[in-house]
T-cell receptor
Framework: QKEVEQDPGPLSVPEGAIVSLNCTYS??????FMWYRQYSRKGPELLMY????GNKEDGRFTAQVDKSSKYISLFIRDSQPSDSATYLC??????????FGAGTRLFVKA | GAVVSQHPSRVICKSGTSVKIECRSL??????MFWYRQFPKQSLMLMAT?????????EQGVEKDKFLINHASLTLSTLTVTSAHPEDSSFYIC?????????????FGPGTRLTVL
């Protein structure tokens, strides 16, 4: 079993839809959770960073962590074609060894 | 803040030659940097962890003598692909670890596309 599971998709949605991206994990010691966005042929960029359980909102993006279920989510409201990218979840226990999900490819159709 | 650069962004070389890729943290110091390889439509594959002033730690299956890593300063790590072959063609991405208090976050460079003819 992988430490972090993420559905690779692709996920295709119409413009304006609410997108839900998810990851599950097995290591209960993970405390720091990140979401990265990677456009084609570019390096990943950090989108959201959360600590422990709870929600964090930044513009159209909301990150949710449920440590009891070992489940994290990224919601994108009012999705735009420019949101089309691969989204990677990542997590660590507090040190530098970060485990990445496989990434979910998202397509937002105009 | 937290900007990481990579150079070159793209390189084409002949089989048998060596290629050096630089990774720099521009506005922070990074004791630890990472090198990843990514094939088309696949996720990041960690190749090695680069530690300033010491030897890199390579992941299982990655040839140390083929992928030479040097982390000579707190802002620069280099990856040299020695005697490159067409199967080494890939997208190489570095990241630099920003340690702030008890939190560690990786910031990625824009990647280097290597094509070996």
């Amino acid at each position: 079993q992988k430490e972090v599971e993420q559905d690779p998709g692709p996920l295709s949605v119409p413009e304006g839809a609410i997108v839900s991206l998810n990851c599950t994990y097995s290591n209960s010691a993970f405390q720091y959770f990140m979401w990265y966005r990677q456009y084609s042929r570019k390096g990943p960029e950090l989108l959201m960073y959360t600590y422990s359980s709870g929600n964090k909102e930044d513009g159209r993006f909301t990150a949710q962590v449920d440590k009891s279920s070992k489940y994290i989510s990224l919601f994108i409201r009012d999705s735009q074609p420019s949101d089309s990218a691969t989204y990677l979840c990542a997590m660590n226990t507090g040190g530098f060894k970060t485990i990445f999900g496989a990434g979910t490819r998202l397509f937002v159709k105009a | 803040g937290a900007v990481v650069s990579q150079h070159p962004s793209r390189v084409i070389c002949k089989s048998g030659t060596s290629v050096k890729i630089e990774c720099r943290s521009l506005d922070f110091q990074a004791t630890t940097m990472f090198w990843y390889r990514q094939f088309p439509k696949q996720s990041l594959m960690l190749m090695a962890t680069s530690n300033e002033g010491s030897k890199a730690t390579y992941e299982q299956g990655v040839e140390k003598d083929k992928f030479l890593i040097n982390h000579a300063s707190l802002t620069l790590s280099t990856l040299t692909v020695t005697s490159a072959h067409p199967e080494d063609s890939s997208f190489y991405i570095c990241s630099a670890n920003l340690a702030a208090g008890s939190t560690d976050t990786q910031y990625f460079g824009p990647g280097t596309r290597l094509t070996v003819l």
